[in-house]
């Protein structure tokens, strides 16, 4: 199936995502440029590929479809995702897979700011680097970083994994480096395999929780 977003309306798109989707294993959009909420809320199991760039909240909660975005996307990619896929060839905006709860999302170029904010068990692979107070409350899941980090990286981070090849401009509250064990590097691996990604996971450093924020200890009980 066909839509042409120049013709035919997201309202469309989606409409049939959600009623019809499982008819049809490959749907294609053409002329998307910049439009808000294109395929959002796809629950079948289908390959959806987007040519051209797209606005705020594509592939919002999507469910078991493999979305393939051709370009940039704007704010909101792929949040409340349940399962499936979602690819970027270019950049992603702000709180790219905020509150998503699993599949994989890969962004080919940079994310910006807040990305994987909240995260609930997602992965998330970046080729490029990714702005600041990125998994900023991530409960868990894992982002993989091979450029860079902004400033506040993992603040308020619960049991969520980061991985990062690059330089950190900071990190949050309660985040901190941790050692790099075997079954990090494995997990690693078969992450930037997932993506597509070709870097050695020996170039990547693990951070995470230091488990002293969201802990009750009876001995700073003034403090709370």
Known sequence: MEFDLSV??????????????????????????????????????????????????????????????????????????????????????????????????????????????SMKGVDIVVGGSIGHMSAFMAQSGRLVVCGDAGNALGDSIYEARIYVRGRIAGLGTDCVEKPMLDEHGKELERLLESAGMQYPADEFRRYGSARRLYNFDVDNAGAY
């Open 8 to 117: 035919q309306t997201v309202r469309n798109l989606n409409a049939f995502l959600h009623d019809q989707g499982s008819s049809d294993s490959r749907v294609t959009v053409n002329n998307s440029a910049g439009r808000h909420n294109v395929a959002v809320g796809a629950v079948h199991p289908c390959r959806i590929e987007i040519n051209g760039h797209v606005g705020y909240y594509c592939a919002g909660m999507n469910q078991h479809a493999d979305i393939l975005v051709r370009g940039n996307a704007g704010p909101g990619l792929a949040e409340n995702m349940m399962s499936g896929t979602v690819r970027v060839t270019g950049n992603a905006s702000q709180y790219c897979a905020a509150t998503t709860h699993g599949g994989l999302v890969v962004v080919e170029g940079n994310a910006a700011a807040r990305c994987g904010i």
